[in-house]
């Protein structure tokens, strides 16, 4: 009976603004320590202070970043890039970017160092691991992998924009996969993005996904407990930038219907990129 008045709470919070993250505090500029040792080239790499965890202990968020060479005094729009499963974060990603004009920042989401295809290594003062975090729910919010995984998403965004190189007027949001539900997630929190572009992810998880066997595992309490606290569809009706949903016909992971409701809940401009059988991964 407890746990269903927290889910309700948590669902009328949702519908009125709330949400589980200090925004305010994510905003500001996080401080950062240069990680030379794990340079790819022009694109650098960073460690940026994380939320931490409730019991006090600290985290940091593993990052490459890179910004085009420009006429002095001229500055760039951005981009935040966010991996999917199986991923961390991509140096060639950035540069991709980098070469189209963009400043660029690729953090990992998962408490790991990047800089290998796959494999990638624990990093002792790495947040949670991924994806999804269904074994997590009985831990306090802010140790559950989403909560840490869209801070370290909107860090990487407030540290970004902060370089004297940026324009912090024009930075845009994409993510694959499972960085596509953050991406979902994150359009409908930090409203300081101009564009968002999710790739594969959407909400409406609980009610089909690939990981509906996850939630039956889970029972009906803990499964709406993940629905009102973690699915996009509760943030997605705040979104306010123009969306770009990106996805194949036969997606195995996040079927057309879910997307179907999840891009109709944003009231901003939206744009639909359907691509018959687009294979589902970073490539």
Request: aromatic letters at 12%; proline letters at 8%; glycine letters at 12%.
């Amino acid at each position: 009976m407890i746990t269903r008045i927290v889910a309700a709470f948590l669902a009328i919070s949702a519908i009125a603004g709330a949400t589980p993250w200090k925004i305010d505090e994510l905003k500001k500029t996080p401080l950062h320590q240069d990680a030379p040792e794990h340079d790819a080239g022009e694109v650098k790499a960073i460690f940026i202070d994380g939320v931490g965890y409730p019991n006090g202990k600290p985290t940091r968020i593993f990052a490459y970043y890179g910004i085009p060479r420009t006429e002095p005094g001229k500055k760039v729009p951005a981009i935040v890039l966010v991996h999917g499963g199986g991923g961390s974060a991509f140096s060639r990603w950035v540069k991709l970017w980098v070469d189209r004009g963009y400043a660029a920042i690729s953090m990992d989401t998962c408490g790991a160092i990047g800089g290998a295809e796959k494999n990638h290594p624990r990093d002792e003062k790495g947040g949670p691991p991924g994806w999804g975090g269904f074994d997590q729910i009985g831990q306090p919010a802010e140790s559950q992998w989403t909560y840490q995984a869209v801070s370290d998403v909107i860090l990487a965004h407030s540290w970004i924009r902060s370089r004297p190189e940026v324009d912090p007027g024009k930075t845009g949001l994409t993510g694959i996969s499972w960085g596509g539900y953050l991406t979902c997630v994150v359009a409908g929190v930090d409203d300081r993005f101009k564009f968002a572009a999710p790739v594969y992810g959407c909400g409406f998880l609980t009610d089909n996904s690939t990981w509906l066997p996850q939630f039956e595992k889970m029972g009906p309490e803990n499964k709406e407990k993940w629905r009102t606290l973690w699915d996009p569809s509760a943030y997605l009706a705040n979104a306010k930038m123009p969306m770009l949903w990106v996805t194949g016909t036969n997606d195995f992971a996040f079927p057309m219907d879910s997307l179907k409701r999840s891009y109709q809940l944003p009231k901003s401009d939206r744009y639909l990129a359907i691509r018959p059988r687009m294979p589902h991964g970073h490539g």
